[in-house]
């Protein structure tokens, strides 16, 4: 293939890169604000010591598990609200949206019950491993005070999801990023305000790092719900949308079946993760620290690729919806090219900086070492994580989840889980580079996904003739 072919096939014009941006940079934006006070707030909490921080970590992984499950079951009808979109089919959109209200409150009942029940017995499998830079008793109290008041907040994070996912499905990136950056200023001020105790207020700790998550999750819930039904001449899809919560069955069983694989995958691999990181935790809890420093500080980086990842399944799903199938796979060539392009360059910027970030932290030498290594594998392996973020949401956006399943989750639990539970429990190997061999065992994964792009197995509109 000739170079000015391979340019053809892989960089675009500015009209197209501008198209792009206007879709990627508020949710840059709005990831980046968000994963940077995420970052402020593990540093407030890490001043406080490696118990709480840890204890902090273990929940948020989690409830992570829980955010992915509700990402995964949203996104599996969004497949569906960005097709409706490009399609101009309003009444599809809106049955689309009650739909996900069913769908939200479902999980968010589940979720709320089982971290009730059965929370402390989840925490305590994170703290399996020697007490290697802190208390374990102290750290599962820290942690179970923090889940308390978080589990407040889930219902206004639900509502969000539902809320701007459909906004940012249907090309409106602006408000949710607005809503999001409301939502960390507040965030950010009642971190302060709260975990240490300022103008005159308690000092609460971890108690306070969640007391300000919750107030800033139900800002940012009032925020995008009040503009989404004051701003019809925008959403006129919005309108009547709570006139009736039935929804067809037909489409319930094609939402149902759609959406489903990618529910399940985002929740087993989720899972997966949390798994990866249990293992991990067998080191001790200074490889719990380490570990969650250097994640935090990677999400900092990491938004610009996420954020494009995010773009193929909104400008692909419009014209899928459209019926321009050509053009989808074209524009998916040069989106994935330009998000690994970027991922290079973000990579280049963790390995400068990975070890300034981890001295930040009131924690132990040794977690503060390991975080910084975590960095730098994180730091070389960050155009493969760009190159597998768009390969799965480019299959994903043609309504493929039964591809991204077997792709994404399966892969995990086969492969990455066995080989992560071998490496921690029958050998020696230092933490991170267990790490990095989780990592070299997705090149499979790389090699699948770009085949499965480049035949077009995900080029299909699945709303046309609906009816029928």
Not at 22 to 41: E, H, R, W, Y
Not at 52 to 63: C, E
Not at 104 to 123: M, N, P, Q, R
Not at 322 to 343: N, Q, R, S, W
Request: with cysteine; proline share 2%; glycine share 8%.
């Amino acid at each position: 293939m000739s170079e000015s072919v391979l340019v053809k096939k892989f960089i675009g014009d500015r009209q197209f890169y501008r198209r792009i941006l206007k879709i990627a940079v508020p949710i840059m934006i709005q990831s980046g604000i968000t994963n940077f006070v995420n970052l402020l707030d593990n540093i407030m909490v890490g001043r406080l010591g490696t118990e709480q921080m840890s204890g902090v970590a273990i929940v948020n992984q989690l409830l992570f598990v829980f955010s992915l499950c509700i990402f995964g079951g949203l996104a599996g009808t969004g497949i569906f609200t960005a097709q409706y979109y490009g399609a101009k089919d309003y009444e599809g959109l809106r049955n689309s949206f009650r739909y996900k209200l069913w769908l939200g409150g479902t999980l968010l009942c589940a979720a709320l019950v089982i971290f009730s029940c059965f929370g402390e017995k989840l925490t305590g499998y994170y703290l399996k491993g020697n007490n290697d830079g802190g208390d374990l008793q102290a750290t599962l109290n820290y942690a179970l005070d923090y889940l308390e008041i978080m589990l407040l907040g889930l219902p206004a994070f639900t509502a969000v999801q539902i809320y701007s996912n459909t906004l940012r499905e249907c090309g409106e990136t602006v408000v949710p990023m607005r809503a999001g950056i409301a939502a960390v200023t507040v965030n950010l001020v009642f971190n302060y305000l709260l975990i240490y105790g300022h103008l005159g207020l308690p000092a609460l700790g971890v108690k306070g790092a969640a007391a300000a998550t919750v107030i800033s999750r139900f800002c940012e819930m009032g925020i995008v719900v009040i503009w989404a039904h004051t701003h019809k001449e925008k959403c006129d899809y919005l309108k009547g949308v709570y006139s009736t919560v039935k929804v067809p069955l037909g489409l319930v069983k094609k939402y149902f079946i759609t959406g489903s694989p990618l529910l399940v995958n985002e929740a087993l691999w989720s899972a997966g993760m949390a798994m990866l990181a249990q293992c991990y935790s067998v080191r001790g809890l200074n490889a719990v620290a380490g570990q969650n420093i250097s994640a935090t500080v990677s999400n900092v980086f990491n938004v610009a690729f996420f954020a494009l990842g995010e773009s193929i399944a909104i400008i692909c799903g419009h014209s899928l919806g459209a019926g321009l199938l050509k053009k989808a796979k074209d524009e998916a060539y040069k989106i994935i090219a330009f998000a690994v392009f970027t991922a290079a360059c973000v990579g280049a910027l963790i390995l400068a900086t990975s070890s300034l970030f981890p001295m930040i932290y009131n924690t132990t030498p040794e977690a503060r070492r390991i975080a910084a290594h975590f960095l730098i594998a994180q730091a070389v392996f960050t155009p493969q994580a760009a190159l597998l973020h768009a390969s799965y949401f480019t299959i994903r956006s043609g309504g493929k989840t039964l591809v991204t399943f077997l792709f994404d989750s399966v892969y995990m639990w086969a492969v990455s889980v066995p080989l992560a539970f071998i490496l921690s429990r029958y050998t020696g190997l230092y933490v991170v580079w267990i790490f990095v061999f989780l990592q070299m065992a997705e090149w499979i994964k790389c090699t699948i996904g770009v085949i499965l792009v480049k035949k077009g197995v995900w080029m299909q509109n699945i709303v046309r003739n609906e009816e029928e």
